[in-house]
């Protein structure tokens, strides 16, 4: 894995150590669901995928990293929003939520 797979994003850092092992190694879980994600969707795209079973197994594969990834982010962004205000990490966390409940309808 690269040394970019698993860096934190710089705007997530907080300047504490301890806080940013978590991002780290929070960042370094991101890329390997986006891995498995990219390999689900390669694996859609092949030709030889015909069997309608495998074919669902790799949308639903899909849809779970892509809700892995949304609560990942989350992660990521709450350590620093709560350094730094509450008020802000109550504003990311609705923002999920919403983001969930438009999935959903």
């Known amino acids: ?10 705007e997530a850092l907080t300047k504490d150590d301890r ?4 991002l780290g190694f929070l960042s370094g879980v991101r890329g390997k669901i986006e891995a498995s994600r990219s390999a689900a969707q390669e694996r859609m ?8 079973d ?5 949308k639903l594969l899909m849809l779970i990293n892509e809700a892995q ?14 350094i730094e205000s509450s008020s802000e ?3 990311l966390v609705d923002r999920f939520n919403e983001s969930q409940k438009r999935e959903i309808a």
């Open 1 to 10: 894995m690269s040394l970019a797979a698993v860096a934190p994003r710089m």
């Open 19 to 22: 806080w940013d092992t978590y």
């Open 45 to 52: 795209g092949s030709p030889s995928l015909v069997n309608h």
């Open 54 to 58: 495998e074919l669902m197994q790799q």
């Open 69 to 82: 990834l949304q609560a990942i982010d989350l992660a990521i962004g709450l350590p620093k929003v709560l």
């Open 89 to 91: 990490a109550q504003k």
